[in-house]
């Protein structure tokens, strides 16, 4: 049984939301968003690599980069060893854009906890830091507790 009621996704869900609402504002739109964050992950990619990594249309992402390089967000430099490609690379506008959406999911979680009392705030922060880190532990160890060597079946399903 789920005791969260899955609420921690929800939760993360509704600040996504107002990031989203916020760089729209801008002029950003989701799947740029999404492009630019592949991009600081990946600087230095091909168009090709990022439709790959983004599991989108060669076309539309050459539309994307297209407009956020109009935009500022990212520069083209031609590859050394192919003349006929270009390297992508976030600017320093794109880079700010993770300090502006930390910023925004920080004013939010903010908003939500100031209806916490002192006590319950920093009971909260102690129990979301431990799941945080056995979510991370658990990660890195590639989720052992829910998968098996052979099939990928869940603990529960043996």
């Not at 690379?89 to 300090?99: D, L, Q, V, Y």
Request: aromatic share 6%.
């Amino acid at each position: 049984m789920d005791i969260t009621e899955r609420k921690i996704t929800k939760i993360a869900r509704e600040a996504e939301k107002l990031v989203l609402l916020t760089m729209r504002e801008e002029g950003v739109g989701t799947a740029e968003i999404d492009l630019i964050h592949a991009l600081r992950h990946h600087p230095g990619c091909t168009q090709a690599q990022l439709a790959e990594l983004l599991h989108a249309d060669k076309a539309a992402i050459a539309r994307r980069t297209k407009n956020l390089e109009g935009k500022g967000y990212l520069t083209r430099e031609d590859a050394p060893n192919d003349r006929r490609s270009q390297l992508l690379f976030p600017t320093e506008k794109a880079e700010s854009m993770k300090s502006s959406k930390a910023g925004i999911e920080a004013a939010f979680y903010e908003y939500l906890t100031s209806v916490l009392t002192e006590e319950e705030a920093a009971a909260f922060a102690a129990s979301l830091n431990k799941l945080y880190t056995a979510s991370k532990t658990e990660s890195r160890a590639g989720f052992p507790h829910f998968r098996n060597a052979a099939g990928g079946e869940t603990t529960d399903e043996k």
